[in-house]
């Protein structure tokens, strides 16, 4: 169940970012391979309030639980 919960919320980050711009392969695989269920909550945050996929970038790499 937690699995499905993480690929879930995955997919929301991706879908949200795609809506500000290209998501890079390279950012796609990091986020489908975080399997911290904590660390991908913060993420959706993020994506959400992020203006574009840069700043979403810049802060999940300052972000100490990544």
Do not use: M, P
């Not at 699995?3 to 392969?25: D, F, Q």
């Not at 390279?26 to 993420?43: F, G, M, P, Y």
Request: cysteine-free; aromatic content about 4%.
């Amino acid at each position: 169940l937690e699995i499905g919960i993480e690929k879930g919320k995955a997919a929301s980050i991706l879908e949200l970012l795609e809506e500000t711009g290209k998501v890079s392969e390279q950012l796609r695989q990091k986020i489908l391979d975080q399997h911290d269920s904590e660390t991908l909550s913060k993420w959706l945050k993020l994506s959400a309030k992020a203006e574009s996929i840069e700043e979403f970038e810049r802060r999940i790499a300052t972000d100490k639980a990544t």
